[in-house]
């Protein structure tokens, strides 16, 4: 079943439209994440007004807090936060995984203790859908396990082989809800094992195929790699999901190669470091540079942030600790990032992505030197 209509297609870049429950979704995509149903700092209105189309929150969480069964019993998700679009939820695999000794990985699924109480938990792949099943989800992932960079060719075959083993568990579950299942390609740095995934995947049979287990501390190149290892196979008629990536340079890279959806806490974990994307990179408003400086953020930027206020104040609400430079940062980053989709979507459809990537490329700069402290608060 096609679960994706292709409208362009640029070289190796796609314009599409995915059909969900609750709207469709133009396509490539940028997701917001929204762990506990909301995306932090934001509300449903300016996410919407800024273009947001769909959100990403995380089964595992909300399985914990409040529950699954409740938000079920309260409508599902999108009656539970207020957000009439799409949301994705992802299984929770990476969070789970990452509790290290907090958890233990059998055949039959794994057992963990919650990171809120110390409570403990035994998800299998039918629990996970029955759980993102409740949720209401318009698009669910498989349980998979996620290892780390690098592993040994016989961890990561024995990994494969349970998240194989796991994705025909979900794939059998009977579901309520209208959702989107997607599997999840794995097989960590291993051409071989990446192709076999992505094959068994496929003869199972799913709606969405994401590539997970990347972007764990690899070198870029090895990454890219493993994407362009696996992306000729992947079936064009539907939807490709690069999972947890999600800087500026990388949405455009990925999008050259054919992906479709990206989703990272990129763009609002920064803001509330003060870490805000012009089109020539990134710029760090706590450097003591921009304590007078009157112009805004970017001057090409309509979002409401640039349009009524300017870097030395955005710069002096954040060195107080004032909430609202959360607020105005986060607002600025995801206008950034939905005129950033934009502007590519307009490419392919004008068929002149090569241009707008060679062009795009040239003229971003990164992002300036910070304290360091970027990326250590969670999402």
């Given amino acids: 079943m096609r ?7 640029d070289k190796g870049a796609r314009l599409g439209i995915i059909r969900t429950a609750h709207g ?5 995509v940028f997701m917001p994440v929204g762990t506990h149903g909301v995306v932090k700092a934001m509300i449903h209105r300016d996410l919407k007004e800024i273009g947001i189309e769909m959100i990403l929150a995380n089964a595992y969480h909300l399985y914990l807090k409040p529950g699954d069964e409740l938000i079920r019993d309260l409508g599902g998700i999108h009656k539970f936060t207020g957000w009439e679009g799409p949301f994705l939820t992802d299984s929770g695999g990476y969070q789970i995984f990452s509790l290290g000794g907090l958890r233990t990985v059998e055949e039959e699924g794994v057992l963990f203790q919650s990171h809120i109480d110390g409570s403990k938990h035994f998800l299998t792949p039918e629990k996970v859908i029955e759980i993102q099943d409740n949720l209401g989800a318009d698009i669910i992932m498989c349980l998979d396990e996620c290892i780390p960079y690098p592993s040994s060719y016989e961890k990561t075959e024995k990994s494969l082989e349970l998240t194989t083993s796991w994705a025909k568990r979900c794939k059998s579950v009977q579901r309520k809800s209208r ?3 997607f599997g999840i390609i794995q097989g960590g740095f291993y051409e071989v094992l990446r192709l076999r995934s992505t094959h068994d995947l496929i003869n199972i049979g799913f709606d969405g195929y994401a590539i997970g287990g990347l972007s764990v501390g690899e070198p870029k190149s090895l990454m890219w790699r493993m994407v362009d290892t696996v992306i000729e196979y992947l079936p064009q008629e539907k939807p490709r999901y690069l999972m947890g990536l999600g800087f500026p340079e990388d949405i455009v890279e990925g999008v050259k190669r054919g ?6 806490v990129i763009p609002t974990r920064l803001a509330r470091n003060g870490n805000l994307f012009t089109w020539k990179g990134r710029i ?3 450097n003591a540079k921009y304590k007078r400086d009157e112009r805004p953020i970017d001057e090409e930027c309509g979002c409401l942030t640039c349009k009524t206020h300017s870097r030395a104040y955005l710069r002096h609400l954040l060195i107080s600790h004032e909430l ?7 607002i600025h980053n995801l206008y950034f990032y939905s005129r950033l989709i934009e502007k590519i979507r307009d490419a392919i459809r004008d068929g002149v992505y090569e241009k707008f990537y060679e062009e795009f490329m040239k003229s971003w700069k990164g992002g300036e030197k910070d304290d360091g402290n970027s990326l250590c608060d969670g999402e």
């Fill in 259 to 264: 992906i479709d959806m990206f989703d990272c």
């Fill in 324 to 330: 609202t430079s959360f607020y105005l940062n986060t």
């Fill in 3 to 9: 679960t994706i209509e292709i409208i362009k297609v």
């Fill in 24 to 28: 469709d979704v133009k396509t490539p």
């Fill in 179 to 181: 959702s989107l299942l």
């Fill in 284 to 286: 760090n408003i706590k």
